[in-house]
């Protein structure tokens, strides 16, 4: 099918300019303003005309259909992708989980599966490492030459679950020297954590606010340096995955002015709510239980300035869904047990472009580089996704300005019985979405198929 966008604002990380784009066979064929009709005759022609057209959103950080805490997040790869659609998310990687025991071959076909046939839109899979015996430094090699699946996520917190010791981040980091890949880590002290959590408990505090308390940001800010620092000492490039408080802003921001390869993302969640949140009454809190957890409200101002001025490079949303009503309850007399993690996938575009470019934080075109240009060129996905020009997959969203939406479980699409934004008013709302140059939400309605998704390999840097 081919597809004809006329008399949109044109946003890329770069640009901004009115053309027409025409699509054909899934791809951006030709931009340019009055293209000749006998040239670039469209199945379809969608008028943009008052309307942005940005590169489709990319999340490079989301957990759909996840074992965790005891439970499995809510949404899967169908109902996952729809609602990323809606909120303007054209491409996802998100995680398989390489558990002990088991080879990263296993766990690559085990989450396949999982999206086959399901997902709406294109889709690719970072790798959780949690053991690295010399197999599976072998096994990373394959990963990236001959899957694609080009990074792998270490974590320095969870205990007995994911949690790997120094040793093992550090050999993971130099075979990603050999291999061309990159380790993206979960940088909190899981040893400090764990003891304070124990000492919590013992206390009696069993409310979803011990959840932070235990939580505390120097345990991020720890962990993000040691974890630079082992990169530093592998020679290469660190990602810090979900960054949510100035210790570890600081941390990358330093290593950065150093001239050294660290990257970092931060998430809506840790721009918009606060450790208020875990305050709200009775069990309320736990709708906010995830890690790391939401900070002071004063570290928001510090994110967007890191925003701002590149200490960090990309919003992911770490969407991992769990209904308040059966799962967050598993923690009900423990906050321990409170399954770690909140949806988020659909409202990223809406809540950063209200927050950040109307409210003056960050420009039109950082808002795109932060949602979908830098994330495609750090993972590898770029200029195929990314951006909107000839020969790049037509992964476009035609995003209204000037719209308004009440955020909430009635008006959004995620499988999860809450919204942590609910009730939040948001200006700046995904109108159509075009992937691979199908129209998929088109005037707000689902207009896709489950399965027209594809595995997408990655590229090394
Ligand atoms: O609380 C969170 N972040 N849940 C998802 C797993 C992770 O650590 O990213
Ligand atoms: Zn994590
Ligand atoms: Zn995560």
Known sequence: MSLLITNGRIITATDDYVADIYCDQGEVVAIGRNLPSHRFQADRTL?????????????????????????????????????????????????????????????LDEWMKKAAGKAVTDYSFHMIVTELPDAGLGDMDTMVRDEGVTS???????????????????????????????VCMHAENGGVIDLLVQEALRKGHKAPKYH??????????????????????????????????????????EARDMGLPAYAETCPQYLFLSYDNYEEAGFEGAKYVMSPPLRAKETQDQLWRGLAF?????????????????????????????????PGIETRMSLVYDGGVR??????????????TSP??????????????????????????????????????????????????????????????????????????????????????
């Open 47 to 107: 008028d943009a005309s008052g309307q942005y057209v940005l590169p489709g959103g990319i999340d490079v950080h989301t957990h759909l259909d996840m074992p965790f805490g005891g439970t499995t997040s809510t949404d899967d790869f169908e109902t996952g992708t729809i609602a990323a659609a809606f909120g303007g998310t054209t491409c996802l990687v998100d995680f398989a989980i390489q558990y002990r025991g088991q080879t990263m071959r296993h766990a």
């Open 152 to 182: 792998f996520k270490l974590f320095m917190a969870y205990p007995g679950v994911f949690m790997v010791d120094d040793a093992t981040i550090f050999r993971a980091l130099r075979r990603t020297g050999e291999n061309g890949g990159i």
């Open 212 to 253: 932070a308390l235990t939580r505390p940001p120097r345990a991020e800010g720890e962990a993000t340096g040691r974890a630079i620092a082992l990169a530093e000492m592998a020679g290469v490039p660190i990602y810090i995955v979900h960054l949510s408080s100035a210790d570890a802003l600081q941390k990358v921001r």
């Open 310 to 342: 590149n200490d960090l490079q990309a919003i992911s949303t770490d969407h991992c869904p769990f209904c308040m009503k059966e799962q967050k309850t598993l923690g009900k007399d423990d906050f321990s047990k409170i399954p770690n993690g909140a």
């Open 359 to 372: 409210a003056g934080r960050i420009s039109l075109n950082r808002f795109v580089e932060l949602t979908s």
């Open 376 to 461: 495609a060129k750090i993972f590898g996905l770029f200029p195929r996704k990314g951006t909107i020009a000839p020969g790049s997959d037509a992964d476009i969203v035609i995003f209204d300005p000037e719209k308004r939406m009440t955020l909430g479980v009635k008006t959004l699409h995620m499988n999860v019985d809450y919204n942590p934004y609910e009730g939040r008013e948001v200006t700046g709302v995904t109108d159509t979405v075009i992937s691979r140059g199908q129209v998929v939400i088109d005037a707000g309605r689902f207009t896709g198929r489950a399965g027209a998704g594809s595995f997408l390999r990655r590229s090394t840097r």
